[in-house]
């Protein structure tokens, strides 16, 4: 499953295959060309295979960036942007080419370099000999585990999950260097494939063998590359001597998460004395601290076991306002037929918990002290955040029969929930979103279907058609549909479209429509990869959309006014023109419309329709001040493009210090001219508590 080379059958130069991702690159040169095996060692930079060829010249198609790196250390040097023309002195060199894999070709010589908005050529003056080296992104499993239902079998089996880790040192903090860990599959045995090779970081998680030890830790194992292995007591030992005991007054799963926090974000300081340095924010913030008695740049050398001693010696309270706000938190009912999410929730780096329990120690109300995981999950209708009238099918006089769970105020953008129950809110992550479904945005034009089957709504068919398009980067295809019959719906619905926005009535029976009812259970598959029903009690029907296909819907638990509804219709639509995830838009619209907390999202939260120009969607909030100037919150979210390591810099703040993602950047007393010039045009923007989209005029927003 590891990149492939060869030489192309139609022209001269050397294609690459990634059989994980399923794409390929071409690297076209002036001769023929003959891949032979070589050394990935030979690479500063990570790299799984590697191949030596002989040839002139090389080009690189399209808008892959790029990039000059030190041949010994891989340090970061140079970067060819668009329209660069320049030559590089005889030397060893290492070029990196960031496509739909990650490329090097080190060699010796002098390089010309021309590059133009179609392609990056690499003159050698004459025949060399070069390597090329090759590294999958990664973003799905290359790699599938039997597991029975046992916790211990799950252990070995969340063992293996470091094997998708590209690096072991605190680079590994870069998203590009965490590849997918494999996909766990339920059986009668246990079974690892022998392509599945895990790394060697004498690093061990001792916990019970019980399901809710396992989940929590599985994150934490997967990014440190951890063995896990039965034991009485829940500690990380490594190497001679270290021992972190994850058994605290602040439970066990708390622990966890604080230590996976901890060493993420002093990794991604101590990430700067490697391949990247970059002005980071937590750095100076940090390494200003007397409190934190790290050596950064030396720590980076040491073995992990060190690393983690040094990092886990600083009490947490001395960085918990430096930790970035998690991006995930996902709580999972403890049972083995929720094992297989494993891999996606270490993907994300989620944190993990197995009772509904805060990050402050609170439990939620009427919730009892845990006298084991799956009896803290024990909800009835009574709880429902939904009215249980307004849960009423008003024709055929059936209830919904459906059990919530109030998921607590986490420090984290987004909350998940894995079980047979409904959340209140968040998302409900659906395994059937998540294999073989690739979740990025499209860089060609983006279908979008709006069906309205309600002549009462045309204000938000009108709205959100409207807001669907206003996007650089790429082309929209608003299809419009008004009074949609059965027949058309279901046609509608199996066409291939990249988001399916629903205006009208929806009860268990389905999709009112003009002749009748549709029911979306009745459909083998969905040609839309997300969806947006905006309609009352949408729940069901959502579901049975994942289950057709769907990446991700975005649906009500109960009966939503039709204003309020409009309001929240036209703000999905924004974000997600504007590069937001289904999650992170939902988390928006939750926080900034009266209803939206009636809104939850099935499937896959990550889910991505559009991409927005730095791959970093991102919200303005302006507050006025009372010498006529400004206050600006710039608050940065994550994205397929960014995750969890990422980092971004304001455009509003003069210096261009990074910050990670996601993050909050606050400027004070700024000029609204200064706003002007520097936002996007589409930015979602709050006002007075108002969401808003800035369309080039800062004077239209406070119409």
């Known amino acids: ?87 590089l002195s005889s030397d060893t060199h290492l070029l990196g080419v960031n496509t739909k894999l990650n490329l090097y070709v ?70 590009t260097l965490r590849g997918h860990p494999p996909r766990i599959e339920r059986g009668e045995l246990l079974e690892i494939p022998s392509t599945v090779s895990s790394p060697q970081t004498d690093i061990t998680i001792h916990v019970p063998p019980a399901y809710d030890y396992v989940y929590p830790v599985t994150p934490l194992a997967y990014y440190l590359g951890a063995n896990v ?21 602040r439970r066990f799963a708390e622990e966890v998460a604080r230590v996976l926090k901890q060493v993420f974000l002093f990794d991604c300081v101590a990430r700067g004395y490697g391949y990247f340095y970059m002005d980071l924010h937590e750095r100076t913030v940090l390494e200003a601290r007397s409190r934190i008695d ?39 009912r403890p049972d083995p037929q929720n094992a297989p999410f494993l891999p996606y929730l270490a993907n994300e780096l989620s944190t993990v918990r197995t ?32 009215d249980q009238s307004s849960e009423r099918d008003r024709s055929s006089g059936r209830f919904e029969q459906r059990q919530y769970v109030p998921l607590p105020e986490v420090d984290a953008t987004e909350a998940a929930w894995v079980g047979d129950e409904t959340p209140e809110r968040g998302s409900k992550l659906l395994l059937d979103a998540f294999d073989g479904n690739c979740l990025e945005p499209k860089t060609t ?13 045309r204000d938000e068919h009108d709205a959100v058609a409207e807001r669907y398009g206003v996007h650089d980067m790429v082309s929209f295809n608003v299809r419009r549909h008004e009074a949609v019959s059965t027949a058309n719906l279901r046609e509608l619905l199996t066409d291939e479209t990249d988001l399916f926005h629903y205006i009208g009535h929806i009860d268990d029976r389905g999709f009112e429509c003009p002749d009748g009812w549709f029911d979306a259970r009745s459909l083998e598959e969905t040609g839309a ?51 937001f995830s289904i999650g992170s838009a939902r988390n928006v619209v939750s926080n900034l419309t009266a209803i939206g907390r009636q809104y939850v999202v099935l499937g896959n939260p990550a889910a991505t329709v559009a991409q927005c120009a730095d791959g970093v969607p991102s919200i303005v909030r302006i507050d006025s001040t009372d010498d006529g100037q400004f206050d600006v919150t710039h608050s940065a979210h994550k994205s397929s493009l960014a995750k969890m390591g990422s980092a971004c810099f304001s ?33 979602p923007v709050v006002l007075d508590g108002e969401l808003r989209w800035f369309d080039g005029d800062v004077s239209n927003l406070l119409d």
């Open 355 to 386: 009772e509904l329990v805060d990050e402050r120690g609170t439990r939620t109300p009427e919730q009892p002290h845990r006298e084991s995981a799956i009896a803290t999950f024990k909800r009835d209708n009574r709880q429902s955040p939904v």
């Open 294 to 332: 790290v050596d950064f740049e030396s720590v980076y050398e040491d073995p992990l076991a060190e690393q983690l001693r040094q990092y886990l010696s600083v009490p947490y309270s001395a960085v918990a306002d430096v930790v970035p706000e998690w991006s995930q938190a996902t709580y999972v």
């Open 229 to 249: 292995v039965p034991g009485e007591t829940p500690r990380l030992t490594g190497g001679s001597g270290f021992v972190h005991t994850l058994d605290t007054e």
């Open 445 to 457: 034009a983006i279908d979008v279907t709006v069906v309205c089957n309600d002549p009462g709504m």
């Open 651 to 683: 455009t509003l703040v003069e210096e261009e210090v990074h910050y990670l993602i996601p993050s909050t950047i606050d400027i004070e007393g700024i000029e609204l001219s200064v706003i002007e010039e520097r936002i996007e045009e589409g930015t």
């Open 529 to 579: 990869t997300s969806v947006l029903l905006n309609a009352c009690r949408s729940y069901d029907q959502g579901t049975a959309l994942v289950e057709a296909g769907s990446s991700a819907a975005v649906v009500s638990l109960g009966d939503v006014e039709n204003a309020g509804a409009t309001r929240v219709g036209e703000s999905f639509a924004g974000l997600l023109n504007f590069g």
């Open 1 to 87: 499953m590891e990149p492939q080379f060869s030489a192309l059958d139609d022209g001269t130069g050397l294609e690459v295959v990634d059989p994980i991702e399923g794409v390929r690159v071409v690297l076209p040169t002036p001769e023929e060309v003959t891949p032979v095996e070589s050394d990935p060692d030979l690479f500063a930079q990570p790299v799984s295979t590697a191949c030596q060829i002989t040839a002139s010249g090389l080009e690189v198609n399209g808008d892959g960036a790029v990039t000059l790196h030190d041949s010994t250390d891989g340090q970061l040097v140079d970067q060819f942007s668009h329209l660069t023309s320049r030559t």
């Open 106 to 175: 080190h060699l010796d010589g002098e390089i010309t370099v021309e590059a133009n908005t179609d392609r990056t050529r690499f003159d050698f003056g004459g025949v060399t000999e070069m390597h090329v080296g090759a590294r999958s992104l990664h973003r799905q499993p290359a790699a599938t585990i039997t597991v029975p239902d046992d916790p211990a079998a799950l252990m070995r089996a969340v063992s293996t999950f470091g094997s998708g880790l590209k690096e072991t040192s605190p680079e590994r903090s870069w998203p």
